[in-house]
């Protein structure tokens, strides 16, 4: 079996699947008795109505009636008419070209208008296989088998053929665009002990670097900021995201739009050099961005 869907996979040159968004199925069939001598035919006439809504691409919520007239016990004189209520998830799966095959299941309620030979209204749990196909675009053809496990134990096959009326459309989500990473540019930009103070001498690195964003509107960059280990890590975490935000609002503050900027910190947790040196120390008060291609 698994062969045979692999090649038929293969083989298709367009594989059908269904986005619409709702759909109403009338449906006809039959009702069989399984292992219940208490009816007096093994197999009722049923039809019903399902409605269905796409909750995933490949996934429908569905509701459903169904009804048997007058379903005759084994003794003379008893019947009674069978309604079904009950609520179905069903999982469709790509397979030829137009045509579509799903599982499904589900709980539910039997209502028996009369009460004959201990069989009474009850709960039922249901799980079944079907087939959807394309005669046009707002009309298929579905067909289905559900086995019907009544909570009292009695057991039902129902196979039912039906006409889906589709509308709507399952807008699915875009796929949100990745991004690369381009480069980082490290900023020669050179914080005091303590401080998240810009020195006027950096401004045309940062006036350069927005001038750069500026050429290339499909980037973006996170400013990432660090401080040396000297102090509280606590303390240093929040001094370190201060200062990517101090040069991230000077960026803005060239013309670059703040939704292409984003500002970390990482405090002390990434040194570049020695923090038991000066030279380590100031090296590691620095200021970088990671630019993203999109």
């Known amino acids: 079996m698994k062969k045979i869907l692999a090649l038929s996979l293969a083989l298709s040159g367009s594989l059908f699947a269904a986005n619409n968004l709702f759909e109403v199925t009338p449906q006809v069939g039959g009702t069989f008795h399984i292992d219940n001598d208490r009816y007096k035919n093994s197999a009722d006439l049923s039809y019903g109505l399902k409605f269905a809504s796409r909750v995933a691409p490949s996934v429908l919520v569905e509701l459903g009636y169904d009804r048997a007239d007058s379903a005759k016990g084994s003794e003379q004189g008893q019947s009674t008419d069978i309604n079904r209520y009950y609520m179905n998830l069903v999982k469709e799966f790509e397979v030829w070209d137009k045509t579509s095959v799903y599982i499904l299941g589900g709980l539910g309620y039997e209502d028996l208008s009369h009460n004959f030979q201990n069989m009474d209204s009850d709960f039922f749990g249901q799980y ?167």
């Open 128 to 294: 079944g296989v079907g087939l959807r196909h394309e005669i046009a675009e707002y009309l298929h053809l579905k067909t289905e088998l559900r086995h019907l496990a009544s909570f009292d134990g009695r057991s039902d096959v129902i196979a039912m053929v039906g006409f889906s009326i589709p509308f709507g459309t399952y807008a699915q989500p875009e796929p949100q665009p990745t991004e690369t990473l381009s480069h980082i540019h490290t900023f020669s930009v050179q914080f005091p002990f303590d401080s998240t103070t810009i020195a006027p001498e950096y401004n045309v690195e940062i006036t350069d670097f927005a001038e750069y964003m500026k050429q290339n509107p499909n980037q973006t960059a996170i400013i990432n900021g660090h401080t040396d280990s000297t102090g509280n890590s606590a303390y240093n975490q929040q001094l370190s995201e201060r200062r990517a935000t101090a040069v991230k609002d000077k960026i803005i503050e060239e013309g670059i739009s703040p939704e292409r900027l984003e500002a970390k910190g990482y405090g002390e947790t990434r040194p570049i050099a020695d923090n038991a040196t000066k030279e380590g120390r100031k090296q590691n008060r620095r200021v970088e961005a990671e630019v993203y291609t999109k």
